[in-house]
């Protein structure tokens, strides 16, 4: 099984700055790398799939990108409502794998 | 639009068994993978298997393998996980989720239903 590791587990900002979530994986899994954005009480949102694609309706202040076994999730320019648990997510050999999750608090 | 609304919240006794619905409309029900994530209170996310509505077939995580049963009724749309042998670290909220199109990404998720196991 595929184990990805999510760095740093807490990230303080303040709003307006710039986020840099890594999600590392313990081999590769090509582009098949997804991030989800939760906040308390919701279900998961889907953010960047493939790598770097972003899902209908995010802002561009959300890119991703990394192949292989190393990407990153950033976020441009933090916004209020961006205050939230991020997780990645690979596919491989039909079976799927989540990150333990960044939280990305307020300062 | 794409809706995927779950059955009410569960309250079980260890040794049960739940079983879980999600009714999907606004797409063609069987066109897409559907997939069972859940999360234990506090905790991230954790990917349980998902059923091809169209053939039936499934494919589960090893860890729940013998205990988890995914099944579909197209007639009504809706998608169905059942788990067995209950066990207090079952508690969770547990969510169904869309595959986008064999992408291996969950697109559209339901809004979840909180399982709690307790005697």
């Known amino acids: 099984e595929i184990v990805l590791t999510q760095s740093p587990a807490t990230l303080s900002l303040s709003p307006g700055e710039r986020a840099t979530l890594s999600c590392r994986a313990s081999?590769?899994?090509?582009?098949?790398l997804a991030w989800y954005q939760q906040k308390p009480g919701q279900a998961p949102r889907l953010l960047i799939y493939?790598?770097?694609n972003r899902a209908t309706g995010i802002p561009a202040r959300f890119s991703g990108s990394g192949s292989g076994t190393d990407f990153t999730l950033t976020i441009s320019s933090l916004e209020p409502e961006d205050f939230a648990v991020y997780y990645c997510q690979q596919r491989s050999n039909w079976s799927f794998t989540f990150g333990p999750g960044t939280k990305v608090d307020i300062k | 639009q794409v809706q995927l609304v779950q059955s009410g919240a569960e309250v079980k006794k260890p040794g049960a068994s739940v079983k879980v619905s999600c009714k999907a409309s606004g797409y063609t029900f069987t066109g897409y993978y559907m997939h069972w994530v859940r999360q234990a209170p506090g905790q991230g996310l954790e990917w349980m298997g998902w059923i091809n509505p169209n053939s039936g077939g499934t494919n589960y995580a090893q860890k729940f393998q013998g205990r988890v049963t995914m099944t579909r009724d197209t007639s009504i749309s809706t998608a169905y996980m059942e788990l067995s042998r209950l066990r207090s670290d079952d508690t969770a909220v547990y969510y169904c989720a869309r595959e986008l199109a064999a992408a291996g990404t969950l697109d559209y998720w339901g809004q979840g239903t909180l399982v709690t196991v307790s005697s």
């Open positions: 493939d790598a770097s």
């Open positions: 081999q590769s899994v090509s582009s098949y």
